[in-house]
């Protein structure tokens, strides 16, 4: 297989996409972004990359964006549904997938890696899983080399699920804190690394890595570690019980700044754990203790 000189990704103004990009480019590679109308600010100061306008659910832009380059990195995702704009799981995550491997594919690339999310399986509860699976099997479908990771929660400056959790710790005298499943939050650096690595390892091609950190929580303690790297000695925490936070959800939702879905409720009641040893031995990464990721991102 010839080597990848250009890799076209997308998703690349989201908060993994950026990280990827640096990985991307610290590995030597010339990266070319696909970029929505109104979302170039995203990508100030991420570097020397080429940028190309369009969107997952325009074919056409896709063919013309990915003339020229060997891998595609397909990370776009929504953990959120927006029905006013026609923005849902199906489209985003299925037919955007099904555009970008059709694409791939008629350009003539050789490496395809894909971003799905730990818990995406067959009869998965939530619509995201459930979107994030059948997006799987339109790659394992497809005859392009693939690589697919399915992350557990990931953390960095500006996630979705530690910073605003920071905040809260900061801002609020007491925490509240719902679902009852366990999480192994993973460092966006070192998902970005993988991800970036698997172009190049032959013995990537057609496997499904799933991603975890070293360390398995739940969402109090995740807080409790929070605390520790602010200096806060104690945290208090609210458990709203599952039957008020289910109500508040299904009432609440529609408001811009609610945080939880129905759907994102579901999956914080589950399990969100994999074998950490993993990711590391695949792609020679150092584990980082959650703790120590978090002083880092904090301090």
């Not at 991420?46 to 325009?58: K, W, Y």
Request: proline content about 7%; charged content about 20%.
């Amino acid at each position: 297989m010839r080597p990848v000189h250009r890799v076209f990704v997308t998703g690349a103004t989201g908060f993994v996409g950026r990280a990827v990009v640096q990985a991307l480019r610290g590995e030597g590679y010339v990266v070319r972004c696909l970029v929505r109308r109104g979302s170039e600010p995203d990508l100030r100061g991420v570097g020397a990359i080429e940028r190309v306008e369009g969107d997952v659910l325009a074919p056409q832009l896709l063919d013309e964006g990915m003339a020229g380059c060997g891998a595609v990195i397909h990370l776009v995702g929504i953990i959120r549904e927006h029905i006013a704009t026609n923005t849902t799981f199906y489209r985003v995550h299925v037919q955007g997938t099904v555009n970008v491997v059709a694409a791939a594919a008629a350009a003539g690339v050789r490496r395809y890696v894909h971003m799905s999310a730990l818990g995406a399986r067959e009869g998965a509860r939530s619509r995201y899983h459930q979107t994030k699976w059948a997006a799987e099997e339109a790659v394992r479908a497809c005859a392009l080399p693939w690589t697919i990771f399915r992350p557990s929660v990931i953390y960095g400056r500006g996630d979705g699920l530690v910073s605003p959790l920071v905040r809260l710790v900061r801002r609020l005298p007491v925490v509240p804190l719902v679902g009852s499943g366990r999480l192994q939050p993973v460092p966006v650096e070192q998902v970005a690394q993988a991800v970036a690595r698997a172009l190049g390892l032959p013995a990537a091609v057609k496997q499904t890595y799933e991603v975890g950190g070293p360390d398995v929580v739940t969402l109090g303690e995740l807080v409790d570690l929070i605390g520790t790297a602010l200096g806060r000695r104690r945290i208090l925490k609210l458990h709203v019980p599952g039957a008020v936070a289910r109500v508040a959800t299904r009432t609440l939702q529609a408001l811009p700044y609610f945080p939880l879905t129905p759907d994102q409720l579901l999956m914080l009641d589950e399990d969100n754990v994999c074998d950490p040893a993993s990711l590391p031995a695949a792609f020679g990464l150092e584990p980082l203790p959650l703790a120590t990721g978090l002083r880092r991102l904090l301090g």
